[in-house]
């Protein structure tokens, strides 16, 4: 296994000083209920966290701070997380008891897991200014796409509506049909001064979001 970790380390470009510390990132709990990367994971967690929301305040300067928490949100949630550790073939060098090898079901949450446990692993091992560049380099082609985060409908009728009248829009759902299994949504939406807007959706959801659709098209905006 030692030649594995050998191969990881050069796939990250990153020499540990303490082999131990990257070898415990890779231990799933599931192959040791005692020492494995769950508080690791804990730790890098934070790290990206910090990483990504110091980048995004200095690529954005003038973005507002629900809009740099919005890009935020799409940068640091499991599917981004497993979506890298796929590209670093992360699963590759786990330790994971005979219960996980097979699995793939549960396949995003063990190894996005996994990558924020090697990340909390690098900075224990080799600084903020390590990690920083390694976090940058993995996450690179996500933060240039971050400045195309396109804001939602009923984000946007919000922020509209609080900004113009101090209040949120009204939603209310009219009226639910078809089967139960596959039931459709009607929902209304209002806001000071504009008309009532009605629209379906496969969900509560879906339906308010095609309706502040509506409404803002009526707007304009």
Known sequence: MKDQLIELETLIKIKFNDINLLKQSLVHKSYNNELNNEKLEFLGDRVIG???SKTLLKNYPNSKEGEIDKKFANLVNKKICAKIAKELNIKKFMYLGSSN???TRSDEKIISDCLEALIGAIFLDQGINVSEKFILRVWNDLIKKSDLTVIDSKTQLQEFSLKKYKT??????????????????KVEVQIPNSKKFLANGTSKKNAEQNAAKKLLKSLKI
């Not at 209310?172 to 078809?178: A, N, R, S």
């Open 50 to 52: 910090l990483i990504l």
């Open 101 to 103: 090898k097979n699995t």
């Open 168 to 185: 949120l829009p009204k939603y209310k759902t009219e009226k639910q049909y078809g089967p139960q299994h596959q039931p459709i949504f």
